[in-house]
């Protein structure tokens, strides 16, 4: 296995041996645990391959012998036990505890070895599908004399209510709304007790001097699926990884620890078609609570970045928001297992079309972008069906039922002081906005145009939608462009002179003009409004409401309105002050780093990850942002 995963990790990434170690990618993200709450998910853990169920490593030595968990998936979180399946082993009637030991998180694989007297363990869990974890337990004698021992695996479940059923080799027990399964495969059957929350399983084996012992066991939720082979599953998950990181890594080697990170967050985060979510996507954080769902502009940004090394997900993460596209041709803001909680009082900005060119970029699928463009011209003319009060073509965020809420949550900046003083007024039975237009929804329907004509070209369709982006350019820098500031802003009657990341979003699109873009770069380079510790928060840090502590959106730093800034600098050529900026993101915010999550956001004066931890599009932009 150690010679496997150092393969992984160096030749077959086309990494010469003799300049990598073993240990480069290695334990990039800390996934130690003990579970004292069920509900409590705002910790690091490993998932794989869609699934709706976690693991992590055990952070205590009375934890040995089993992985954390499992976290159980659905509506929310619930860790079904501690240690569901912890294995003891006794000679002679005494138990052999653990000495010492190591525990290890690599690229798909979590592993923990440690020695009793004479011996040693290794236990190792990978996942072989959407539904089912892979535990194969190693047993090695290290005497050179025979060993008469006794093993059981036992485990209790800390659900209130939950009882245990037994068939033949296999246990069950309701777990967070769905069943959990334990099988053992081995020739030699476990004898198997239960009784109510807790379960033992126990055989005796002789293990001869040198001798190995080795059995695989089985977990899965929801349902069975996947090979009972664990040297199958073991090549196929190795293949599949080294897949991903050769896919990602650029020639620089200085920052793969992080992107493998990146990869890994994505991943854990990543779950497959379940309950009324039709196909896979990815949630924006497994760790928070709030955010067992599928949102859009998270999903348009996670496809944009996870194109590069797992397309097939991308696209999927796209379509499934899609699933539920509305007969008017909104896309709805988040969508849930319970399709009775989706919210479709707002939708979020308009990057659709940019995720899905991304994606073309990767792949060369013409087929996918067929699928998608009429959908995307759908929801595109919905903006200015819904979203356009006065009828000039400049669009406002709004909500389908008059709520200032909504209407916040659809601009995706939920409590932006740009929005303070902004009231709603109504557009048609269903469609209210806004009484500010805004530059960034503006600047975004402006690139969703240009990406929608190289689509039309590409499927020989008539473009329409270059002249459309030409008359809205002109209408952008005349309506948001403030000259004496030398930067954008929303527009009510007057421009609302709140200097935000909104402001930059014009470069990100291809908007400004060279004297426009100078200006605006010029803003950003002052250290008393964004050039800030860990650069670029999303208020001016000279703004009165500056408050990233506790501010949500009014003062942090949001990786994915870093990227906007950085990419649009870089081309208007001003590669010098972003590369700036990312040196300071990389020196400073918490996870650039060392052992330590993603974050939703960070504070700009001192760089500590802010929110939610393990966040989806920290890692997907940190990811581009590497890349590009």
Known sequence: MRKWWWLLCCSTLGVKAQQADRQQFTDVLDIKHFVT??????????????????????????????????????????????????????????ELLPEKGTHHYYPGLIEQSYELTDMAIRLQLIFSSANTAMIQATITNQANRHRELSLEWEGTAALRGQVWQQQDQQLQINGNGHTFYMTYLSADKWKIKSGGSSYSAVKSIRLPAKGIWQETQLQSYREQSGTKDFAAALQQNRQRWNNYLQACFTSDTTQRRLMVKCIMTLITNWRSAAGDLKHDGIFPSASYQGFYGFWAWDSWKQAAAVCVFNPALAKDNIRAMFDYQQADGMVVDCIYTNSKENNARDTKPPLAAWAVW?????????????????????????????????????????????????????????????????????????????????????????????????????????????????????????????????????????????????????????????????????????EKKFNTTVPLPVLSADHPNFDPLKGYWRGPVWLDQFYFAVAGLKAYGYDQLADEFLGKLWQHATGMNDQLPL??????????????????????????????
């Open 37 to 94: 709450d069920t509900s409590r998910v705002g910790v690091s853990f490993f998932s794989d391959m869609g699934a709706w169920h976690a693991y992590a490593l055990p952070a205590r030595t009375k934890d040995y012998g089993a992985f954390i968990g499992p976290l159980l998936m659905d509506m929310d979180g619930r860790w079904l036990s501690n240690t569901i399946a912890k294995l003891h082993v006794f000679e002679a009637g005494k």
């Open 358 to 526: 991304e994606v073309f970029r990767q792949t060369k699928d013409t087929a996918f972008i067929k699928e998608m463009y009429a959908p995307l011209v759908r929801y595109h003319h919905w903006w200015y069906a819904n979203r356009d009060h006065d009828g000039d073509s400049l669009c406002e965020y709004g909500a389908t039922d008059g709520t200032r809420i909504a209407a916040a949550w659809e601009s995706g900046m939920d409590n932006a002081v740009r929005f303070d003083h902004a009231r709603m007024q109504q557009n048609n039975a269903h469609a209210w906005s806004l009484d500010q237009s805004s530059v960034d929804l503006n600047a975004y329907l402006y690139a969703e145009k240009l990406y929608l004509g190289k689509m039309a070209v590409l499927l020989h369709l008539q473009d329409q939608w270059t002249l459309e982006a030409t008359s809205l350019k002109e209408k952008i820098n005349q309506q948001y462009y403030d000259a004496e500031t030398g930067f954008y802003y929303d527009r009510h009657t007057s421009l609302v002179k709140v200097a935000g990341a909104e402001g930059w979003i014009p470069l990100w699109a291809g908007i400004a003009n060279p004297q426009q873009a100078a200006s605006v770069a010029a803003v950003l380079k002052q």
């Open 599 to 628: 974050y939703e956001n960070y504070h700009p004066l001192t760089g500590k990850g802010l929110n939610a931890p393990n966040f989806s599009w920290s890692a997907a932009h940190t990811l581009l942002l590497l890349r590009e």
